[in-house]
């Protein structure tokens, strides 16, 4: 097996053309082409069609994408155990993430990354307001967004899926007792906001009382915990408190994609990479939790 083309694969699934998928891995078109091609000779089947809107993966290549993942995601960890040893792997990194991310899935990454590398120090940033790379408001971003507008160096990982949960409590008792397109159930939601208020529209409870404004998504979380009613909330979060559950009869919305940003202009520091690169890993093994296979 040639293991170059393993990267050249993963890029164009995730961008879903050869031009794109080649920057990603700082080739070229022809490069990226060349790769893909080998690793179809190799396995003697089709992984990629094109169609009107780029490459979409084959049912072979959707069978490969999984385990392709996983082999990366186990060669950085190596790489990154290689690199600890490193003496440039020093200093500070500015790192910019969502309160939602950073509580419930980064902890234990962040401490195992310190353990590995004592001499980086990590200052980390929480809010649900996107810090400017461009603008110097921090290194290394991770977003939930539909597409990234900033100018900045960006490994798309995933869908990021996002869908109505409430408590099984509350799915048990109130829904068989819920009239037409939800009435009688209750949302929890932000106040006045459009995509939200078409987002609700769009679920079979747009009859269901927006009875809850708050503005804090952690506060969303535990009040659908507690019973308090539906919200929308990521996929991930059943897999941490499994007292939640998408509710019946409603799908997930994958509009969303997580990435990692790094300033441009870090782009070959040892401590920036490693710290990108760890990340990467980590969000990667628990990727069916967020796309919701």
């Not at 990366?72 to 792997?89: I, N, T």
């Not at 539909?146 to 829904?175: C, M, Q, W």
């Not at 009875?211 to 990521?234: S, W």
């Amino acid at each position: 097996m040639d293991w170059k083309s393993l990267p050249a694969f993963l890029a164009v699934a995730r961008s879903g053309s050869l031009r794109a998928g080649a920057e990603q891995i700082d080739g070229t078109h022809a490069t990226a082409r060349r790769q893909i091609e080998g690793l179809e000779a190799q396995l003697g089947t089709t992984l990629f069609r094109r169609n009107a809107g780029g490459l979409t993966l084959t049912a072979a290549g959707r069978r490969l994408l999984p385990q392709a993942i996983e082999a990366e995601a186990a060669l950085l960890k190596g790489f990154s155990a290689v690199q600890g040893l490193d003496r440039e792997a020093a200093g500070r990194i500015r790192l910019s993430v969502d309160p939602l991310t950073a509580h419930y899935l980064l902890a234990p990454v962040l401490a195992d990354f310190a353990e590995l590398y004592p001499e980086i120090e990590i200052e980390l940033k929480l809010s649900y307001f996107l810090d400017s790379i461009e603008k110097d408001e921090t290194d290394i971003s991770i977003r939930h967004v539909v597409e990234v507008e900033e100018d900045a160096v960006g490994r798309k990982l995933f869908p990021l899926s996002l869908g109505v949960f409430a408590s099984r409590h509350y799915i048990d008792t109130k829904l068989p007792k819920a009239g037409t397109r939800g009435k009688g159930l209750t949302w929890i939601s932000y106040g006045e906001v459009p995509e939200l208020q078409k987002m609700i529209l769009a679920t079979p409870f747009s009859n269901a009382r927006v009875r809850h404004i708050i503005a804090d998504p952690q506060m969303h979380l535990h009040m659908a915990r507690a019973g308090a009613g539906m919200t929308f909330l990521a996929n991930w979060a059943s897999s941490v408190f499994p007292e939640l559950q998408c509710v019946p009869g409603t799908q997930l919305d994958q509009r969303r994609s997580t990435w990692i940003l790094l300033h441009g202009g870090l782009r070959r520091v040892k401590r920036a990479r490693l710290l990108v690169d760890y990340l990467s890993a980590a969000l990667l093994e628990r990727r069916a939790e967020f796309i919701g296979l």
